[in-house]
């Protein structure tokens, strides 16, 4: 059943606000008695305001910025408990509500970002990537029994490390050190410079 909606003015909190109610819709409408309950098992101890029924509910229909942790946790809840997601999705999707949210945010305090401030987010973003793309292949490396996959992983994630850190940084060297212990046999990762 489709939750209310508050009535904003176009722009960031309505971006946001859209963004919620269409995970919401993508996640099957799950009711609010549902997802508050649902919240309360996984958190027994925090954001009790959040996660009552009157809570979730404010999240979708009231017009104000929603706590961000809070969101983040809704956001995983709907996209786990009622949509199989895989943990790099619910990953995506919790940075993509962020960037929605600091915008609403910005957007709220009537300053714009400033260029600093911009260049520092789209780092912040680029070092998030990378750091999934290392994740994900440390999962493979302890899941799957299929060698290209563990082998393909740790080179995309070798190559964004790279590209972003230089070969020489610590952090790829690490990299390296352990795509080497999964898969030295069958893949030799490329030491190739920074662009």
Do not use: I
């Given at each position: 059943m489709?939750?209310?909606?508050?009535?904003?003015?176009a722009g960031p909190m309505t971006d946001?606000?859209?963004?919620?109610?269409?995970?919401?819709?993508?996640?099957?409408?799950?009711?609010?008695?549902?997802m508050s309950a649902l919240w309360?098992?996984?958190?027994?101890d925090i954001y009790a305001t959040h996660r009552s029924k009157s809570g979730v509910a404010a999240m979708f229909s009231r017009p104000d910025l929603p706590n961000g942790e809070a969101l983040m946790d809704l956001v995983a809840l709907l996209m786990t408990r009622f949509t199989d997601a895989s943990e790099?999705?619910?990953?995506?999707?919790?940075?993509?509500?962020?960037?929605?949210?600091?915008?609403a945010a910005r957007h709220r305090d009537g300053r714009p970002a400033s260029d600093?401030?911009?260049?520092?987010?789209?780092m912040a973003t680029r070092y998030t990537k990378v750091a999934e793309g290392v994740q994900y292949a440390e999962l493979l490396a302890a899941s799957s029994y299929?060698?290209?996959?563990?082998?393909?992983?740790?080179?995309?994630?070798?190559?964004r490390a790279t590209a972003l850190l230089g070969a020489e940084h610590?952090?790829?060297?690490?990299?390296?050190?352990?795509?080497?212990q999964v898969s030295?046999?069958?893949?030799e990762p490329s030491r190739t410079s920074a662009p």
């Open positions: 489709p939750l209310k909606k508050p009535e904003l003015p946001l606000n859209n963004a919620l109610h269409a995970l919401h819709r993508k996640a099957g409408e799950p009711s609010l008695p549902r309360c098992e996984g958190h027994p790099m999705a619910v990953k995506k999707q919790q940075e993509r509500f962020r960037e929605l949210r600091e915008a600093l401030v911009t260049e520092l987010q789209e299929v060698p290209e996959r563990r082998r393909s992983a740790f080179e995309f994630a070798t190559e610590s952090v790829v060297q690490r990299l390296l050190e352990r795509a080497y030295a046999t069958d893949w």
